[in-house]
């Protein structure tokens, strides 16, 4: 067993050096494609013991699938940084004051820059560190193997799902190819909903959160962003999944934003908030 647990050693040392910035993604994938190698080679060396032979062998297996798994890293090595900036909200179906919070993005490489007229539309600039990368590298393999949905697929799944029968405004959104994401599954059910005369709501609220089939509200990312878009938009009320509502209210501290922030679990909870504020 020791060449095989030496193998797994090693692997999570290279992984530790790369994940901290140490490696780059090529020299991750170089060095691991060297303890393949290494331990084919040691195959042959101990070709007359038998157990030593047959634990390289298993070694080399690993080391195999690990290569094959981790190789891709050296794609995203030039990924700078993240850019999140301004994106108006959208009432996906009319007259319900139910809006969509959304955040623009783009991954900047090799050194690529975007400008901005107007530097308040400039949201967050991160750079990119392995972290991030491998986070990506990961997200795209799982999805390639269809080991994961893609948030967009979930999405569409979700909200189908819940409202069983969706209305000609909520399908052209979920067709349309400029989305990403999943977090205006919540907005496009509660849209639904009012529209459906199954709630009522006279208020300009912006939204934002993912769902599940069953209706319970997921965090989502870049909530910062989404909460300042709303204060611009002149949304008065803001609902926004439990798991950001810290996030949320610290920004609108922060920022000094003039908007009054709920977060909710469900999409009951979210309509219970909404009939609340109205009567308010």
Known sequence: MKPFLGTIFIYFAFLYLYLFDHLTGVAFALLLLLLLVTNIVFIFVSFNLKALRRAFIFSALLTFVLFNYEFSAFGFDNTDSIVTFYQPSEEIVANTGIYILGVGSAVLKDGATITFYN???LYEDIVANNVIRYRSKNNFILELLGVKKNHLEDMRGSVHHYLKDTNPEINDFLNREDINGSSAGLALVLSSIVHEGKGTNELSIGLTGAINKSGKVKKVSSINGKVQTAARDGHTHVIVPQGNLKEALKAKEDLNLI?????????????EIIERWNAE
Do not use: N
């Not at 908007?259 to 309509?271: P, W």
């Open 119 to 121: 530097k308040a539309d």
């Open 259 to 271: 908007v009054e922030i709920a977060g909710v679990k469900s999409v009951e909870e979210a309509l």
